[in-house]
T-cell receptor, first 116, second 112 residues
Framework: AQSVTQLDSHVSVSEGTPVLLRCNYS??????LFWYVQHPNKGLQLLLK??????LVKGINGFEAEFKKSETSFHLTKPSAHMSDAAEYFC??????????????FGQGTILTVHP | NAGVTQTPKFRILKIGQSMTLQCTQD?????MYWYRQDPGMGLKLIYY???????DKGEVPNGYNVSRSTTEDFPLRLELAAPSQTSVYFC???????????FGPGTRLTVL
């Protein structure tokens, strides 16, 4: 079984300050991990993914995440927030092999607010 | 959206009505999924399909049915709409080579 916990339902930062969105996962197998972003009334866009290559993953728009197996974490960071980063972010786990058939398990989401 | 289209974009149903949400993809992917997203929540898997003629239940299948007669189409059927089915529905495909899922734009359904 696999599960994802996003540790903060809301995060508020000022423009230009760092962003940290926290995610812990549980998976019986070597997981694939993803961060998706969803702007209000929009669809889902993939920010970045970890699939057992480099543990530090760089994504779009300056975001990056580090896979830490010992901590079962996959936190999302950005050095400097921009107003356009305000959105909801989802941490997602998947197992590509066996009978998992690529099914995704979503975290509950973290709403990021960016203040001027 | 990597060629995943959904219709309609919006729909309002009365309790007890039925409808079909359409999902079509033009990239010949075998794996397709239906998710629902309730306010303030992540997506939950309703049904999925690993190829034409093969479907299986996800986490929240009750009240829904699917079929997969072709690779391109994966419709989701609501037989007796209930207020609890008010949600946004997303169809997705899995690109196994890239190990990424691509989502359609969503259908916003309200049941009154």
């Amino acid at each position: 079984a696999q599960s994802v916990t996003q540790l903060d339902s809301h995060v508020s930062v000022s423009e230009g300050t760092p962003v940290l969105l926290r995610c812990n996962y549980s998976s019986s197998y070597s997981p694939s991990l993803f961060w998706y972003v969803q702007h209000p009334n929009k669809g889902l866009q993939l920010l970045l993914k970890y699939t057992s290559a480099a543990t530090l993953v760089k994504g779009i728009n300056g975001f990056e995440a580090e896979f830490k197996k010992s901590e079962t974490s996959f936190h999302l960071t950005k050095p400097s927030a921009h107003m356009s980063d305000a959105a909801e972010y989802f941490c997602v786990v998947s197992f590509a092999g066996g009978t998992s058939y690529g099914k995704l398990t979503f975290g509950q989401g973290t709403i990021l607010t960016v203040h001027p | 959206n990597a060629g995943v289209t959904q219709t309609p974009k919006f729909r309002i149903l009365k309790i007890g009505q039925s409808m079909t949400l359409q999902c079509t993809q033009d990239m010949n992917h075998n794996y397709m999924y239906w998710y629902r997203q309730d306010p303030g929540m992540g997506l939950k898997l309703i049904y999925y399909s690993v190829g034409a003629g093969i479907t299986d239940k996800g986490e929240v299948p009750n009240g829904y049915n699917v079929s997969r007669s072709t690779t391109e189409d994966f419709p989701l059927r609501l037989e007796l709409a209930a207020p609890s089915q008010t949600s946004v529905y997303f169809c997705a495909i899995w690109d196994r080579v890239r190990n990424e899922q691509f989502f359609g734009p969503g259908t916003r359904l309200t049941v009154l």
